[in-house]
């Protein structure tokens, strides 16, 4: 079975510092992993996800996430905080792509101060 | 255009009550699902449809019945509504060979 934990329910940090948002994962095969992100009252959006290729991955609005095998983490992160980063994010992990289960971590909840 | 749209956005109803929330995507995608995303924001996959055809069905109660009347259609019906059944429900879709879903804006249900 796969699972997904992010560390830390509610992060807060200040206009212009880096956000560092925590996923470790347990899955017995080769994962995929996402970042999604949900602003109030929408639905979800693809940040950015890795499919076993290159392991620092790039996503939208200056977002990344290193998969680093050893730790099993895929840790998101963003250099300058944007009060329209405002949001809660989601790490999921899936087992292979195509018709897969999406399997996600409870959330993050990022709050930026200005 | 909107991707996955899901009717309606806001349900409210009785307990005991039949509802059905309707989900379409024009992506093209030939795998649909429906989550469900609980009142702490834990989201749940509940089923799965990959061209019309049932895939993944976790445990949910049988009060809770998809259907797909082609690949582009992804229903919903819920019947004996239940105060626990109030969450966000939200469809998503893929496509084999693409990594990720899309997500619909979500059906706000609750239940009073």
């Known amino acids: 079975a796969q699972s997904v934990t992010q560390l830390g329910s509610h992060v807060s940090v200040s206009e212009g510092a880096l956000v560092l948002l925590r996923c470790n994962y347990s899955?017995?095969?080769?994962?995929?992993l996402f970042w999604y992100v949900q602003y109030p009252n929408q639905g979800l959006q693809l940040l950015l996800k890795?499919?076993?290729?290159?392991?620092l991955v790039k996503g939208i609005n200056g977002f990344e996430a290193e998969f680093k095998k050893s730790e099993t983490s895929f840790h998101l992160t963003k250099p300058s905080a944007h009060m329209s980063d405002a949001a809660e994010y989601f790490c999921a992990v899936s087992q292979r792509a195509g018709a897969q289960k999406l399997v996600f971590g409870q959330g993050t909840r990022l709050t930026i101060n200005p | 255009d909107t991707a996955v749209s899901q009717t309606p956005k806001y349900l409210v109803t009785q307990m005991g009550n039949d509802k059905s929330i309707k989900c379409e995507q024009n992506?093209?995608?030939?795998?649909m699902y429906w989550y469900k995303q609980d009142s702490k924001k834990f989201l749940k996959i509940m089923f799965s449809?990959?061209?019309?055809?049932?895939?993944i069905n976790e445990t949910v109660p049988n009060r809770f019945s998809p259907k797909s009347p082609d690949k582009a259609h992804l229903n919903l019906h819920i019947n004996s509504l239940e105060l626990g059944d109030s969450a966000v429900y939200f469809c998503a879709s893929s496509q084999a060979g693409d990594y990720g879903y899309t997500f619909g804006s979500g059906t706000r249900l609750t239940v009073v």
């Open positions: 449809y990959n061209n019309k055809e049932l895939i």
């Open positions: 992506l093209g995608h030939d795998t």
């Open positions: 890795y499919t076993s290729a290159a392991t």
């Open positions: 899955s017995s095969v080769p994962p995929y």
